[in-house]
């Protein structure tokens, strides 16, 4: 992995698993400094030790674990989701990104540059790029899950604009476990077929550290994100 041209300070949450641990992987990769957030429960592997790496053992809902969190950061990734399907019922998304905006708030102006939520197609514009029965299903099988993200985005998008905070939300379709490829198309619109649905969680960390934070691209919007076909 290219090491970054300037060193970053990132603060993440769900860096235990899934996004978040392939975020936390190829970010200590590139050079960058981390402080993770990671639950004294979590049933996740623990994070391999690295000098640039710290972990804060609280919750996502605590205010002043994830103040301890993004204290020192500049840029704020939050992956943060149900996790196993044994986990459905707990919507976690938006009350972790209302507490992290309550955080942030506590800190001098201009000291968080940067937010990126890793939210799910289906809402917002991208709700007409997903075909009827991929919609029915979602919102049968997880109906919350939407309300949940739907309301995420909105807490980031209506604090950042305050605040004067570049945020981006990301809008995965079907996530998988698949290596890294850095083959996938990202755009505001993008109609989700069978055939471009899966995009893999390492390719969407890759995406965010890439376009969003080594680039700076795709500031103040959502991005679908899908693989190639
Ligand atoms: N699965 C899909 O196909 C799909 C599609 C589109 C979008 N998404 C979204 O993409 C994101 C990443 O999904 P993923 O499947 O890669 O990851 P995941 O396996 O759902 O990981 C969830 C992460 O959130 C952490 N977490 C949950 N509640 C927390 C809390 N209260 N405080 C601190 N940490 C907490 C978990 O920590 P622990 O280790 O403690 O559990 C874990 O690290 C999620 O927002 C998901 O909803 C998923």
């Known amino acids: 992995m290219e090491k970054s041209q300037t060193q970053k300070t990132i603060a993440v949450f769900g860096g235990s698993n899934g996004v978040g641990r392939q975020f936390v992987k190829q970010s200590l990769d590139r050079g960058h400094q981390l402080r993770v957030l990671v639950r004294p429960t979590s049933k996740s592997k623990a994070l391999e030790h690295h000098p640039n790496l710290t972990t804060i053992y609280g919750d996502a809902f605590d205010r002043s674990a994830v ?3 993004i204290q020192l950061a500049s840029i704020i990734f939050l992956s943060i989701g ?3 399907f044994s986990s459905m019922g707990n919507y976690p998304t938006s009350k972790a990104q209302r507490t992290i905006n309550e955080a942030v708030n506590e800190l001098p102006e201009g000291h968080i540059r940067k937010m990126i939520l890793v939210s799910v197609v289906g809402i917002g514009s991208s709700c007409e790029d997903t075909p009827a029965l991929m919609q029915f299903s979602g919102n049968w099988l997880v109906p919350k ?3 949940d993200k739907r309301a995420a985005e909105d807490a980031l998008k209506e604090f950042c604009t305050f605040k004067n905070i570049e ?3 990301l809008r995965p379709a079907i996530l998988n476990n698949c290596n890294l490829t850095r083959k996938y198309h990202a755009s505001e619109h993008t109609k989700i077929t069978m055939l471009n649905a ?3 969680r390492a390719d969407v960390a890759y995406f965010a550290l890439e376009e969003l934070i080594e ?3 795709w500031a103040n919007t959502s991005v679908t994100l899908t693989c190639c076909p």
């Open 67 to 69: 103040l301890a969190t």
């Open 82 to 84: 149900p996790g196993s």
């Open 145 to 147: 899950l939407l309300d």
């Open 167 to 169: 945020w981006t939300a």
């Open 198 to 200: 899966m995009v893999g």
């Open 215 to 217: 680039q700076n691209l």
